[in-house]
């Protein structure tokens, strides 16, 4: 009913930038929180950032001041800019979202298939 496609991801060097994309598809009738976590070989999937419908932002103490989390609701997009990637951002990155469906008007929580980061000294 809902499909999460992220996009963005790839190699860059330390101290470099990226910016991430999700969009969200399908039968959505709104979308509640959207966040952003990753999860690097060996690790639990963590937080990485998160923002309500009103445009509240929270993030992980390890990115604070580096990565900057918006969305644009017309579009179903939520957007993770990175700034100053450091070699432990390397990760995949996976895209949630709390979508109330259009069908059965009830909330649930969407994955994305994730995209990988990978930052190089």
């Known amino acids: 009913q809902v499909q999460l496609v992220e996009s963005g991801g790839g190699l860059v060097q330390a101290g470099g930038s990226l910016r991430l994309s999700c969009a969200a598809s399908?039968?959505?009738?709104?979308?509640?929180?959207m966040a952003w976590y990753r999860q690097a070989p060996g690790n639990q999937r963590e937080l990485v950032a998160s923002?309500?419908?009103?445009?509240?932002?929270t993030y992980a103490d390890s990115v604070k001041g580096r990565f900057t989390i918006s969305r644009d609701n017309a579009k179903k997009t939520v957007y993770l800019q990175m700034n100053s990637l450091k070699p432990e951002d390397t990760a995949v990155y996976y895209c949630?979202?709390?979508?109330?469906?259009?069908?059965?008007?009830?909330?649930?929580?969407?994955w994305g298939r994730g995209t990988h980061v990978t930052v190089s000294s």
């Open positions: 399908g039968s959505i009738w709104r979308i509640n929180d």
């Open positions: 949630n979202a709390e979508v109330i469906v259009r069908t059965s008007l009830s909330a649930d929580d969407y």
């Open positions: 923002i309500t419908g009103g445009g509240t932002t």
